[in-house]
């Protein structure tokens, strides 16, 4: 009997072991958040006097990201111009050939936030792209506090809601921020900008929810974005986009993004992404490798007073044709939120899974109706473009058409006659803002008009425009 309790203790000492090591290390491999989806108490009789202990547990998951591109110098040989001259006349070979040189410049600063404890970190697609061309910066790099830099891999970015999810590698244990539900903030909550502005270092700020759902301004500058902001009037400045927007419990509500200023300067107009569309985006890039939007199948335009989103035309075959939907139909509600515009109609949709029912409401003829619709994926609503045979990049077609491991989208592996805009050997690297992983993507990130893209081709960058009919 007493060997059987030793044994007994020995075996739960070792099942005690496991979980211990697993805990410590079994998780880092995944991918997992914290979230905390409890509302505020708004009731409170006691106003708070400090908010130094809930910021102090929550500010050491916000990073500073810092970018640099790889720039290349020409310089000339140091030969005697005497002997360079006679060596051209005579067609020698110079002694002395100009170089190149490559060198790393700083090219910009932001913020980010860590929201898992394997090292996921979350910023603004404008942080780690080039202002003027919309191209991904060369080099990456992650600074948490005074520690040391951490270089950063991409995992995904999307410029149609400026969201980018980074990923970087630490032998220690790395904080991270709590996420809250976004879609129970209220006008007046109490708010806090965390971020690197001016790269000065860490700074916190102080305000309220100023409004929610804040559409059509034009600040994401790219065709079809998704713009849904939380606007503060917590004062938020250059660097601070990619930061923590916290609440009062110190959990992550938004990722500050942008202001609206004549100045530059803060003026109280500060905006943040939802911490919802954020997660949606985190949760799309680690299990599927890209955002995934569902397509309903219509084609929508604001109403005479600009305050409502009313089907213009059907997709024959789509999700909204299955549904019943009719031209004309003024979009009300979509699943439980109300909706005032075309983009934020286009948000709720898009914010639903591919295959998922979705109840929206209309007004038809001025009566309402409830109608119910199986959304699918875009590439269902949308042709391919003519006169294109597209396919993966692979170890082959690379080494074909000579194009770098850095260059990641889909090859035109066949050009027609039918289309001279992209011609063989040409990488689509994004289409309308949004990045392209594989073929699929492409029709997905496509629509009826004038479609923008990037495009990598016999090692240079550039951007084209094409139109769908």
Known sequence: MRQKIIFLNYKLAWISFFLIVWNAFGEKKGFSLKVDETDLDRLAANPIQSYSSILGKATPAVVAVTTQQVVRRLYPGAGNPIEDWFRRYYGLPRTN??????????????????????????????????????????????????????????????????????????????????LANSDQLQVGDVVFAVGNPLGIGMTVTMGIVSATRKSELGILREDGAYENFIQTDASINRGNSGGALLDARGRLVGINTAIISQTGASIGIGLAIPVNMVRRALTDYMEEGKIRRGFLGVSLEPDSNGNAAVVASVVSGSAADEAGFLANDKIVKVGKKLVYSVNQARVAISQTLPGAQIQIEVLRNGESETLYAILGSMSEGIVPIPGLDLTALTLQNREEFDIPDSVRGVLVSRSSGENETFKKGVVLVEINGSQILDVGDVSENLYSGINRFYVWYRGNYRFLAYRIP
């Open 97 to 178: 050939q100009p170089r190149i040189e490559e060198e790393k410049v700083p090219a910009g600063i932001g913020s980010g936030v860590l929201v898992s404890p394997q090292g996921h970190v979350v910023t603004n697609a404008h942080v780690i792209s080039d202002p003027r061309t919309g191209e991904l910066m060369e080099e990456v790099v992650v600074k948490l506090g005074e520690q040391k830099d951490y270089p950063a891999t991409i995992i995904g970015y999307d410029h149609t809601t400026d969201i980018a999810v980074l990923k970087i590698e630490a032998d220690e244990e790395l904080p991270f921020a709590t």
